[in-house]
């Protein structure tokens, strides 16, 4: 619905960039998922809360690695202007959006399916009705872009919110790494997760695309 | 590429009928795939139980899509798109008889991720990647906007046996992390 109202209120050359930046933001964020997620969700179906571990581990991997994606789109972004400004922030809104769906994995996991669904209608819901707000108001990409950041930030506020409820952290720090990924548990999960990664990043048109939605 | 920005057109004109489809098998396979990885660990039978009811109930949506798409492609692409999209109505039928392997595969892909199998998804992946490079670069200039259709169809179809091999191999248990 936004991309619909986004063709109409934008300039043709907007528009465009806007898609522009969406797609790069796409493929790079798959950097930073690396399969993580559905694996993820198949240790928490199968261990329960003593995936506690897992969990932690699998944040703190996704933090580094998305620290390249970072570096990836500053660099498509620099000397741009305005635009390598928007193909920034939309970027970093996608790359938080996959932490935001790396929460709803793991409720997932648990089949707690009405949560994974509140935290993306919140994110989907928010980002539809803000950037209408937006364009309705003769806004430019800059500000959408804005907006969309700023909806995905409250949304992963939210969702580290249901994590904590959870019992899954007792505080959001514990997200946060403090070493590099050397510990047993994250040297598994990479052994594991790299091959789902490949499958996922290989082109949509193959079919294990479906695995990423 | 081979063929212009109008064949882009009547080929994404029956692509985007297709894809929301996909919407239901995803749905479903988002409070599957837990429930079969956990009964994978506790209860075999439970689990194939589970996946053959999955799998048979994807069918069944999948074979209706088809032949809904099949039935309504020669009325519904020129009431949605006009005249111009005609060429879109074997596009669709073609994308449409893709529906069944896809739901299929939907349920297969997922249920070797919960045996630990992703390096194998991961062989089968780079193998229909690779057929359909080849099939697109056979079959479109040949038969035009309808030869990548056509090779999706051929790629599912791959994919599909692919999955039923890789699904009757033993389990490495691999999986703890």
Redesign the interface.
């Known amino acids: 619905m936004l991309l619909l109202w986004a063709a109409r209120q934008l300039s043709t050359a907007d528009f465009g960039r806007y898609n522009y930046a969406l797609a790069i933001g796409f493929i790079l964020v798959q950097l930073a998922d690396f ?1 993580l997620q ?2 993820l ?6 261990l329960g809360s003593a995936a506690r571990p ?1 969990v932690l581990a699998t944040f703190h991997l996704k933090l580094w690695l998305s620290l390249p994606v970072l570096l990836l789109l500053a660099l498509a972004a620099i000397g741009q202007g305005v635009n390598g400004l928007v193909l920034f922030l939309l970027g970093l809104t996608l790359l938080l959006q996959t932490f935001v769906e790396l929460v709803a994995y793991i409720f ?4 707690r ?1 009405a949560v ?1 669904a509140q935290l993306l209608i919140w994110v989907r819901l928010g980002t539809a009705v803000f950037g209408t707000i937006i364009l309705w108001q003769n806004g430019q990409l800059l500000e959408l872009a804005l907006v969309s950041l700023a909806v995905m930030v409250s949304g992963l506020a939210f969702a580290l919110w249901h994590l904590r409820r959870a019992g899954w952290i007792s505080h959001i720090g514990q997200l946060w790494p403090n070493a590099l990924p050397r510990t047993a ?1 994250s040297h ?2 990479l052994q ?1 997760a790299w ?2 990664g ?2 996922i990043f ?2 949509s ?4 695309w ?2 990423c ?1 | 590429m081979w063929r212009g920005a109008e064949a882009v057109a009547h080929y994404s004109a029956a692509w985007r009928l297709v894809e929301p489809t ?1 919407l239901l ?2 749905s479903l396979l ?2 599957v ?3 079969f ?2 009964a ?2 506790q209860d075999g039978t439970r689990a194939r139980q589970l996946g053959w009811q999955t799998s048979l109930l994807l069918a069944l949506a999948g074979g209706t899509v088809t032949l809904l798409f099949w039935l309504s492609a020669p009325w519904l692409v020129p009431w949605l798109y006009g005249a111009d999209f005609a060429a879109s109505v074997p596009v669709l039928r073609l994308l449409g008889l893709t529906v069944l392997p ?1 739901y299929l ?2 349920s297969l ?2 249920y070797l ?2 045996r ?1 199998q ?2 194998l ?2 062989g ?3 193998v ?2 690779s057929l ?1 490079a080849l099939f697109c670069w056979i079959l479109i200039p040949r038969l035009g906007v309808v030869g990548p259709a056509l090779s ?1 169809l051929l ?2 179809s791959v ?1 599909l046996l692919g999955c039923l091999w890789a699904l009757r191999q033993p389990i490495l248990w ?4």
């Open positions: 399969g559905l694996l969700s198949r240790e928490v179906a199968r897992q997932r996991g648990q089949q399916l994974e548990v598994h999960l594991q091959p789902l490949l499958s290989f082109p048109l193959t079919p294990a479906r695995l939605c | 996909q098998p995803a988002a409070a795939f837990p429930a990885s956990l994978l660990s896809v595969n939907y892909t997922h991720v919960a630990g992703q390096r998804l991961t089968l992946t780079a229909t990647l359909h999706v790629v599912e994919l691999e999986t703890a992390v």
